[in-house]
C-alpha cells in the first residue's frame, strides 16, 4: 500500500505558474508516476507521466507549458505549471503505477482565474 499526498495548489492568474508536489510514503524508484486532471463534468485525463526509465509523455493540451520530474531520493514528484490557461482548472491528481497496482492521492485544486 502506498500513500500519495498532492500540495501546491490554489488560484493563479492566467498567465501564472503553480507547482504540485506528490509526496509518496515509500519508494518510488522502481514505479511509474503520473499527474492526472478532472475537471467539473468531465472525465479524469491524463497531463503527464514520467516511467521509472525516465520516460515522459504528455497531452497534447500542456505540452510546452507543463514540466513533469521526479526526485527519486524524496519519493516525490512534481508538476511545474507555466502559462497557466483558465482550462487547466482543475482538481489535480497524482498517480503512482506498480505492476497492476493503481495508487492515487486525494487532489488538490487548481483554479486558474482573473
Known amino acids: 500500500q502506498m500513500q500519495l499526498v498532492e500540495s501546491g495548489g490554489g488560484l493563479a492568474q492566467p498567465g501564472g505558474s503553480l507547482r504540485l508536489s506528490c509526496a509518496t510514503s515509500?519508494?518510488?524508484?522502481?514505479?511509474?508516476m503520473g499527474w492526472y486532471r478532472q475537471a467539473p463534468g468531465k472525465q479524469r485525463e491524463l497531463v503527464a507521466v514520467?516511467?521509472?526509465?525516465?520516460?515522459?509523455d504528455y497531452a497534447d493540451s500542456v505540452k510546452g507549458r507543463f514540466t513533469i520530474s521526479r526526485d527519486n531520493a524524496k519519493n516525490t514528484v512534481y508538476l511545474q505549471m507555466n502559462s497557466l490557461k483558465p482550462e487547466d482548472t482543475a482538481v489535480y491528481y497524482c498517480?503512482?503505477?506498480?505492476?497492476?497496482?493503481?495508487?492515487w492521492g486525494q487532489g488538490t485544486q487548481v483554479t486558474v482565474s482573473s
Open positions: 515509500g519508494s518510488i524508484f522502481f514505479v511509474n
Open positions: 498517480n503512482a503505477g506498480i505492476g497492476a497496482l493503481n495508487y
Open positions: 514520467i516511467t521509472r526509465g525516465g520516460r515522459i
